[in-house]
């Protein structure tokens, strides 16, 4: 019998094992490569399930690994593009990815999408490669960190895919903030993070109507500008935002937050993270003594150091939110006990809500 010939049902019938469990146990081993490539080597049956995971996932890190992948996905003979879900390109210079990118085209179930180029002054993301991009039909998940020359480059990519659930961004331009009133995100976008130019981000999407409503957000303040613009769009997004991140490192700004934060207009909001640099007490009880929705759920504060004092507002109003289910705090390992954390906070100590974790400072 030709084995490159043998249908599921002729593997089935010379094996004492049922496919479904064969299936499953070959799935245990999911991440370990070596056995995955063994497993291929057994029969065609066994290879595309293998060959599932071994190609679901690709990642490529330098310019070696981005010209070789290429050009092996270029051959005729290339049989392993449709198990593809994933495509992560880091660390490439912008003309490298412009000279290749295309070539990385035959991939038709990709869904989720990283693209990081490392940073070079006045060097882009060429309008080819953009389109290339905008090529996959199927993106739900989005991940960009590159330098465009015009801002209505990244607007035009990011309204490019239909089905898009999740997008982070961290970009930066040349010419100021510009864009066509025709770009707008999918309809289906529900997670967004941005750590870099927030407020153009923000500004394009309050110049839309309607307005998207993104639910899930994740922001970096860098300046008052961006505190300004965040501040507007979750007045925007109102009763529709679920989770909210916000880092901030603004040290003369916080006057902005006072006047542009009213967060009693999020009425469904369940969970908040909060990264600032300094970390004020007092602005962490006021955006605490704003919270208006009974959905409210998880608090977690990273990069946490007492400083010098007043955390004890801060516990008693956190003890006062009835639906209050977890109060995270993130500190890094050496800085401050967590006898001294669970003193600073008794009141959510004895609720049982409190709970203390440490971080590497790389890592906060």
């Given at each position: 019998?030709?084995?490159?010939?043998?249908?599921?049902?002729?593997?089935?019938?010379?094996?004492?094992?049922?496919?479904?469990?064969?299936?499953?146990?070959i799935d245990e081993y999911h991440s370990d490569i070596h056995t995955l490539g063994e497993c291929s080597l057994v029969c065609k049956y066994w290879m595309s399930i293998a060959r599932y995971h071994l190609?679901?996932?690709?990642?490529?890190?330098?310019?070696?690994?981005?010209?070789?992948?290429?050009?092996?996905?270029?051959?005729?003979?290339?049989?392993f593009s449709?198990?593809?879900?994933?495509?992560?390109?880091?660390?490439?210079?912008?003309?490298?990815?412009?000279?290749?990118?295309?070539?990385?085209?035959?991939?038709?179930?990709?869904?989720?999408?990283?693209?990081?180029?490392?940073?070079?002054?006045?060097?882009?993301?060429?309008?080819?490669?953009?389109?290339?991009?905008?090529?996959?039909?199927?993106?739900?998940?989005?991940?960009?960190?590159?330098?465009?020359q015009q801002f209505s480059h990244f607007t035009e990519t990011v309204s490019a895919f239909p089905k898009l659930e999740y997008l982070r961004a961290e970009i930066d331009f040349?010419?100021?903030?510009?864009?066509?009133?025709?770009?707008?995100?999918?309809?289906?976008?529900?997670?967004?993070k941005v750590t870099c130019t927030t407020w153009e981000i923000l500004q394009w999407l309050l110049s839309l109507r309607p307005i998207p409503a993104i639910p899930n957000l994740d922001l970096y303040a860098s300046n008052n500008t961006d505190t300004d613009f965040v501040g507007k769009y979750l007045q925007s997004v109102g009763d529709k935002l679920k989770t909210f991140t916000l880092s901030y490192d603004v040290v003369d700004g916080l006057e902005h937050v006072y006047q542009n934060f009213n967060l009693a207009v999020?009425?469904?909001l369940q969970s908040m993270t909060l990264n600032f640099d300094p970390m004020p007490p007092t602005l962490i009880e006021y955006l605490i003594s704003q919270l208006?929705?009974?959905?409210?759920?998880?608090?977690?504060?990273?990069?946490?150091?007492?400083?010098?004092?007043?955390?004890?507002?801060?516990?008693?109003?956190?003890?006062?939110?009835?639906?209050?289910?977890?109060?995270?705090?993130?500190?890094?390992?050496?800085?401050?006990?967590?006898?001294?954390?669970r003193a600073i906070f008794p009141r959510c100590n004895d609720r049982g809500v409190l709970d203390v974790h440490y971080q590497r400072d790389d890592d906060l």
């Open positions: 019998m030709n084995s490159t010939k043998e249908t599921s049902q002729q593997v089935a019938s010379r094996t004492p094992i049922p496919l479904e469990l064969t299936e499953l146990i190609f679901s996932d690709v990642k490529i890190s330098n310019p070696r690994s981005l010209h070789k992948f290429s050009g092996l996905l270029s051959s005729p003979l290339c049989t449709c198990f593809a879900k994933s495509l992560s390109v880091t660390d490439i210079k912008p003309e490298e990815l412009n000279s290749t990118f295309p070539k990385l085209t035959g991939f038709p179930e990709i869904t989720n999408i990283t693209l990081r180029t490392t940073p070079l002054f006045m060097t882009f993301i060429s309008p080819s490669s953009l389109d290339i991009l905008c090529s996959f039909p199927h993106i739900t998940k989005l991940d960009l960190a590159a330098d465009f040349v010419n100021p903030a510009s864009w066509d009133i025709s770009h707008r995100p999918s309809l289906h976008l529900h997670s967004l999020n009425t469904t208006n929705s009974p959905d409210f759920r998880e608090l977690k504060i990273e990069n946490f150091h007492p400083g010098v004092g007043g955390w004890h507002h801060v516990d008693r109003r956190l003890s006062e939110i009835f639906s209050l289910r977890r109060f995270m705090i993130c500190s890094c390992i050496g800085r401050t006990s967590e006898e001294e954390i």
